[in-house]
Every structure is written in structure tokens, then in C-alpha cells.
């Protein structure tokens, strides 16, 4: 069944090619898709175009849709082109014209429109969800390890002095700029497209006001053209701030595997988080943290691919439109799961005591010895120069004691301050 059949038969060829894996896809959006659909037989039979009779019968089979959908048992079957051919078919099969009345003053168009943006607008409040699970465990553990020491690093070579506390606070005060794009894209998936129709709206008395209030948008998108503009730009403004959460995870997850490494050996993770290898006994492997870096560098690569498939589109709607789904939703899937998994395999992290012991991490020392022979009147660049010729005769000897003062350094890491700022910012 398909929603535009005129009678006319398609070459097979062509249907298998247009319809692609549009089926699957799709029930994603079927709850979201009868949702759309119960406010708008509510506005047609506000504004006189159902019955009330016809009205209640569709609010009341689309809500058993949805709950099938919830149990599992929602399918589409090869013989629908897509979701909203699916419901549509059950419509008319269980209430006959009423059914067949659903489709007034719309277009599949503003319909896929209203589904992917109902369907972005919870994703985002989820990826809110566990990004702040996700901040508040690397706080407690900032907290917890503030005051054990850990080599900085730059140019993969020893730096200055830093601490657990403040490498653990760190990805947390970045998780707030992921939140702060996940609130922007939410702004702009929150916009009612319903009524658009095909994009150029409808000569019904059709009332946009109340499908959006009734679907819960904060507000329309009021021009039709524009409204079906944004078929492409919402998905990969949502892919950009996936792809900003993506790069803190990934950026971590390097850091973990590095870490974990006998080269290095900061951290470790129990037995149960690591997996071995099939000829060397010995080894613990940080494959979780590997493929959660795997599949972040691929997620920060959709909103490109978007942007390829849309960029030179015209206005109105195209039928690449279509390919949008067969990158982002996978995408969600592999995002949600690599939070969950890095939640549930950080909090398991032992960070190791004592690592400054060694003799070669005296040169984390360098700018504390040079910094107190500033104080102490001697100009900048006598006292380097006399730090670099100790260095060199092998004199140099470390203060070992740190006394950073100065907000968001190692000795005043501002914890409360970034947990203020995460409150603001959600």
C-alpha cells in the first residue's frame, strides 16, 4: 500500500530501490507517528472536518497503535511503503471512512516532519539525561582523587604537575559545553511543523496553534516553506551536538586506553571490564573504552554526511531526504550505548597512588622552581635559564610540593563552581 497509489503499478526495481530499508527505520518513529496523528484528528474535528463521533474512534485505534508499539507487536510488513502507509491501512481497516479521512490537510511530508522532530526532541532530553549521569559520576570521582597527583602532559612529554581531580573535572566541565549544544539543538527540533504540509500549506481552515499545544512544541514553524526547510538542517544540528558529546567521550576514552598502558600505568580497570588475548596471558585489554572511541570517531562524522546529502538541495522536499535516517538513527543507538557503557565502566576506574615517584617526573617540577625563584626577585629569565643549566648538570632538584592558587588549577580545582555551572546550564 502506498499513500500517493493512483492505480497505476511500479516496477519492482524501482519500488525495492526508492522504499530501501525505510521499513526498519521506521519504527522508530510509529509511536511518534500516530501521536502526530491523534492531534491532527483532533484539529480536523475542531475545525468541522471530522465528526466527534470520528474523531474519538481515531484518537482511540491510534492509542492502541501505541500501545502496541510499546509492547513490540507494531510491524511493517514488505507490502507497506512505510509507517505512515502501515497506520493508515489499520485505520481504515478498523474504522472504515474515518480512517481514510486522516490523511485531510496533509502531506507525508510535514507528517515525517513532525515525527522526526517529536522523536529528536526526546533523544536530546535523553542524551541530557545521561550526560548528567555521566558528569555527576566524574565529579564524585574528582572529588574523591582531588589531591592525588598525575603527570601532565603536552607534546606527549612531561609537562607540569596536575591530579586526578583536576583530569576527572576537566571532562566534566566539558560535558557542560556538550550540554549547552544539546540544549540549542533541542531549541530547534522544538518547533511544530505540522500543517506544512507538502510545504506550501493547505487550503483547509486547518489550526496550527492547536496541534502545537496539543503535541507539546514550544513553537510553529510558522512559514510552510521554511518549516520544510528544515528537513535536514534539524537532524544535522542534532548530529553536531551528538558529535560534540562524541568527541568528550572519545577524547577520555584515548586517554583511558593510554593510561591503562604498562608505559604509562596511572590507572586500571577490574578484571571484569577488560577482555585477553588468544595467545598472551597476560593481557588486559581497555577494549570497551577502545570501541566507545571507534564509534564516537564515527559519530563525529555524520553531521558531514548530512551535510553532503543536503547541501545543495533546493527548497522543498527531495527524496534524498530519505537517506537522513539511515545514518542518524543508527547513530543514536551507538551514542546511548557508548554513554551507558562509559558510566558504567568509570566508576570502576582505580587510579594509582604514588606515581610521581618516579625519578623521571622531577621535571614536572621545572616551572614551581623557576616560579619561586621569580618570587623571590629574581627576573623570569635568569631564573629559567638557571632551572635549564641545573637540568643540564643534573643539580635540578624538585620542590615536589605544589601551591597553585589560582581558580581551576591543581590546588583550587573550583568543584562547586562547575557543579554550579552544570546546574545552570541544564
Known amino acids: 500500500m502506498k499513500l500517493w497509489e493512483k492505480g497505476i503499478p511500479t516496477d519492482k526495481q524501482i519500488e525495492h530501490f526508492t522504499v530501501g530499508n525505510d521499513r526498519d527505520l521506521d519504527l522508530v518513529l510509529a509511536k511518534y507517528d500516530a501521536l502526530g496523528s491523534i492531534a491532527h484528528a483532533k484539529m480536523l474535528g475542531q475545525i468541522g472536518l471530522l465528526t466527534a463521533s470520528e474523531t474519538e474512534s481515531l484518537v482511540l485505534a491510534l492509542q492502541e497503535i501505541i500501545a502496541d508499539v510499546e509492547k513490540g507487536n507494531f510491524i511493517i510488513e514488505d507490502s507497506f511503503e512505510d509507517v505512515h502507509s502501515k497506520i493508515e491501512y489499520l485505520l481504515t481497516v478498523k474504522l472504515g471512512d474515518a480512517g481514510k479521512k486522516i490523511h485531510t490537510a496533509r502531506s507525508r511530508n510535514d507528517q515525517v516532519l513532525v515525527d522526526v522532530n517529536l522523536y529528536l526532541k526526546d533523544v536530546v532530553i535523553d542524551f541530557k539525561s545521561q550526560v548528567k549521569s555521566l558528569f555527576d559520576l566524574l565529579m564524585e570521582l574528582a572529588e574523591k582523587h582531588q589531591n592525588v597527583l598525575l603527570p601532565g602532559y603536552t607534546h606527549l612529554q612531561i609537562a607540569m604537575p596536575s591530579s586526578f581531580g583536576m583530569w576527572f573535572s576537566a571532562y566534566a566541565e566539558t560535558l557542560i559545553d556538550d550540554i549547552t549544544m544539546l540544549n540549542a539543538a533541542l531549541k530547534i527540533v522544538d518547533q511544530n511543523p505540522l500543517g506544512s504540509a507538502a510545504g506550501y500549506g493547505s487550503s483547509f481552515p486547518i489550526n496550527r496553534a492547536f496541534t502545537t ?11 510552510s516553506v521554511a518549516a520544510q526547510m528544515s528537513r535536514g538542517k534539524s537532524e544535522k544540528i542534532v548530529a553536531f551536538a551528538m558529535s560534540s558529546v562524541a568527541a568528550t567521550l572519545s577524547k577520555f576514552s584515548m586517554d583511558v586506553c593510554l ?32 570501541l566507545i572511541r571507534g564509534k564516537c570517531n564515527k559519530i ?16 522543498g522536499y527531495h527524496r534524498d531526504l530519505q537517506l537522513l535516517k539511515e545514518g542518524l538513527f543508527p547513530a543514536i543507538q551507538n551514542l546511548k550505548a557508548c554513554l551507558d557503557i562509559a558510566i558504567f565502566a568509570i566508576k570502576d576506574i582505580k587510579v594509582k597512588d604514588n606515581i610521581l615517584a618516579d625519578k623521571k617526573y622531577d621535571y614536572l617540577f621545572t616551572v614551581d622552581s623557576l616560579n619561586e625563584m621569580v618570587v623571590a626577585g629574581i627576573p623570569f629569565r635568569d631564573a629559567y635559564k638557571a632551572v635549564a643549566e641545573q637540568l643540564e648538570n643534573g643539580t635540578f632538584e624538585a620542590p615536589k610540593e605544589t601551591r597553585h592558587t589560582h581558580e581551576g588549577s591543581i590546588n583550587n580545582l573550583c568543584l562547586t563552581e562547575i557543579k554550579e555551572k552544570m546546574k545552570i546550564a541544564y
Open 259 to 290: 593510561y591503562m598502558s604498562q608505559n604509562f600505568d596511572f590507572i586500571a580497570l577490574p578484571s571484569h571490564l577488560t577482555t585477553g588475548s588468544s595467545i598472551m596471558p597476560h593481557k588486559k585489554n581497555p577494549d570497551v573504552f577502545e
Open 213 to 223: 499545544k496539543e503535541l507539546g512544541f514550544e513553537t510553529l514553524k510558522f512559514n
Open 300 to 315: 563525529q562524522a555524520l553531521p558531514y554526511e548530512i551535510t553532503l546529502i543536503t547541501n545543495n538541495l533546493p527548497s
